[in-house]
């Protein structure tokens, strides 16, 4: 797979030629590579690159005959370029989901912080009174009583969850306890069999 510094990209970037060799030969390219005249044939540039002459391919634009075969095409170069096309596209991909988690981060940050006015909260709660439940009214009340100034959304919201939770498990204990009393009942009353 080709990486940005895969030896090929640095020559590509250093010398403007893309080229290709054995995985030893590209190993060996120094970590500073040397200039290079524009005078210099490319059997001195390889020297003065990898200090000895190494086979080194170089990928050109050609204008191959018409005959040529297009499985002797695709190994003018096609299976390295798309390999860095791919590697460019994970890196995008990888960039992109990157930027969505920070995103999501930073939008759960802004969430847990957000507040709300206790004024804006007490009025809202005095507009509904009339068609909340005493025991919601009441709830409203402790937790106002709570703060002074700023009401955290985040803990609202849990608080009012588990209020909820707690209402609607005792709703299905009621239930079920209703249940089992009729049941007790039409087991008593002889004209209901």
Same mark, same amino acid.
């Given at each position: 797979?080709?990486?940005?510094?895969?030896?090929?990209?640095?020559?590509?970037?250093?010398y403007g030629i893309l080229i290709?060799?054995?995985?030893?030969?590209?190993?060996s390219l120094p970590g500073k590579l040397p200039p290079a005249d524009g005078d210099m044939t490319f059997n001195q540039w390889k020297l003065?690159?990898?200090?000895?002459?190494?086979?080194?391919g170089i990928f050109s634009l050609e204008w191959?005959?018409?005959?040529?075969?297009?499985?002797?095409l695709s190994g003018w170069g096609g299976e390295y370029v798309k390999q860095v096309?791919?590697?460019?596209?994970?890196?995008?991909? #990888?960039?992109? #989901?990157e930027e969505l988690e920070a995103l999501q981060l930073e939008l759960a940050e802004a969430a847990g912080e957000a507040h709300i006015p206790k004024e804006l909260l007490e009025a809202e709660v005095d507009e509904l009174e009339d068609t909340l439940q005493p025991s919601v009214r009441e709830f409203f009340a402790r937790e106002l009583e709570k703060v002074d100034d700023d009401v955290s959304m985040e803990q609202l919201l849990q608080k009012m969850l588990r209020?909820?939770?707690t209402a609607a498990a005792g709703f299905a204990q009621s239930q079920q306890r209703v249940e #089992?009393? #009729?049941?007790?009942?039409?087991?008593?009353?002889?004209?209901?069999?």
């Open positions: 797979m080709a990486y940005w510094n895969d030896p090929r990209v640095r020559v590509l970037k250093k290709d060799a054995e995985p030893e030969v590209l190993e003065s690159v990898f200090g000895e002459p190494v086979d080194v191959p005959y018409g005959n040529t075969r297009m499985k002797t096309l791919r590697h460019q596209a994970k890196v995008a991909r #990888q960039r992109k #989901q209020f909820m939770n #089992q009393l #009729q049941s007790r009942l039409d087991a008593l009353d002889p004209e209901r069999k």
